[in-house]
């Protein structure tokens, strides 16, 4: 079936465009190295980190993940959030993922939730870790492409909120890290939120991890 496909529709890379594979080796190499610390304009209140730049192959890739839906990126770049996590992560705790939240009817028609899918992936590479997508948007928050910082920050204000009883319960859980993920960090307005959204239902939130900061 994979041939079959090939030969219709060649598989491009999702960074870089070269044919004949699905994410090549060098665009796997903008995300490899160490998290690096960043600091958006809107503080967050807990460090954040990111994978690479928002820009060239790791931008193209998470556009393609989110606008294009090509799910197959779920895979390399899960693994990516897990190298990075590998090596901020506490040894001794368990680790669980809170996947920024996406407007429902934007996950919807883009074909799922990209952010939530890398961050599965990256859990099936780390050992003692789980994925807790307990995070949504609430009905009126708008798509923020296309607004400037202010904008998004009260676009988004009190817009994201934390549901889903046992998985609280896990978070809430005192020996555990909670590192919400994301694609993209730019004003840090939705990190913001997020972590509020978390910290009203109890939950402490000990870092951000991005695959691409502005
Ligand atoms: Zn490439």
Same mark, same amino acid.
């Given at each position: 079936m994979r041939t079959l496909l090939d030969l219709i529709l060649p598989q491009a890379c999702g960074g870089c465009g070269v044919v004949g594979t699905g994410w090549c080796?060098?665009?796997?190499?903008?995300?490899?190295?160490?998290p690096r610390r960043v600091r958006p304009r809107t503080d967050p209140g807990v460090p954040c980190w990111a994978l690479g730049p928002y820009s060239g192959p790791p931008r193209r890739a998470?556009?393609?993940?989110?606008?294009?839906?090509?799910r197959d990126l779920a895979a390399p770049l899960g693994l990516a959030?897990?190298?990075?996590?590998?090596?901020?992560?506490?040894?001794?705790?368990?680790?669980?993922?809170?996947p920024a939240p996406s407007r429902r009817v934007a996950a919807r028609r883009r074909g799922g939730d990209p952010v939530a899918r890398a961050a599965r992936v990256a859990t099936g590479w780390l050992?003692?870790?789980?994925?807790?997508? *307990? =995070?949504? %948007?609430?009905?009126?928050? $708008?798509? +923020? #492409?296309?607004l400037g910082p202010l904008d998004r920050r009260r676009n988004l204000r009190d817009g994201?909120?934390?549901?889903?009883?046992?998985?609280?319960?896990?978070?809430?859980?005192?020996?555990?890290?909670?590192?919400?993920?994301?694609? *993209? =960090?730019? %004003?840090?307005?939705?990190? $913001?939120? +997020? #972590?509020?959204?978390?910290?009203?239902?109890?939950?402490?939130?000990?870092?951000?991890?991005v695959t691409c900061a502005a």
């Open positions: 080796a060098s665009c796997a190499g903008c995300l490899a190295g160490p998470v556009l393609a993940a989110k606008e294009r839906g090509r959030l897990a190298r990075g996590l590998d090596g901020l992560r506490s040894r001794d705790r368990p680790l669980l993922l809170v050992s003692d870790s789980r994925c807790a997508p *307990v =995070l949504a %948007t609430r009905p009126g928050v $708008r798509d +923020s #492409v296309g994201i909120r934390a549901t889903g009883d046992s998985l609280l319960a896990l978070l809430r859980c005192p020996n555990v890290e909670v590192v919400l993920v994301d694609d *993209v =960090l730019t %004003t840090g307005a939705t990190a $913001r939120e +997020s #972590v509020r959204a978390l910290a009203r239902a109890g939950v402490s939130a000990h870092g951000v991890l």
